[in-house]
């Protein structure tokens, strides 16, 4: 996310941009990036750099929940393939992992990737 994703009147100019940028890559907190920006004498541009790190942060965590979603429905799937495969294949035994392991591990990491998505 960069200078095209905010409107016209809420661009940061280029410096505080890429110290910003430096700053969230580096893994600083946002208390720790509004200080320094306000150490390095941007004041009036703190506000719309915050913006800019939470915007990027919740898409982070957006595309962190679809690969969890993705994980989610890809055990579920194979889950009940496995289940169909060995039901009639009279291998009723093999039915407990697929059906109840598969299972719950898929939905575990679906709830996670909704979670993540919607940014709780």
């Known amino acids: 996310m960069g200078l095209?994703?905010?409107p016209m009147d809420k661009q940061l100019p280029e410096e505080v941009l890429s110290l910003t940028r430096s700053l969230y890559e580096s893994g600083y907190e946002n208390e720790k990036i509004a200080k320094e920006l306000s150490d390095?004498?941007?004041h009036s541009y703190i506000e719309?750099?915050?913006e800019w790190v939470?915007?990027?942060?919740l898409e982070k965590r957006r595309i962190r929940g679809i690969?969890?979603?993705?994980a989610g429905g890809l055990c579920l799937f194979g889950g009940f393939l496995f289940s169909a495969i060995a039901f009639h294949s009279d291998k009723s035994d093999a039915l407990n992992f697929p059906l109840y392991g598969l299972t719950s591990i898929g939905i575990v990491l679906l709830l996670a990737g909704m979670k993540e998505c919607i940014g709780m």
Do not use: P, R, T
């Open 4 to 6: 095209k994703s905010m």
């Open 40 to 42: 390095k004498g941007h």
């Open 48 to 50: 719309i750099a915050m």
């Open 54 to 57: 939470k915007k990027c942060h």
């Open 67 to 70: 690969y969890f979603l993705a």
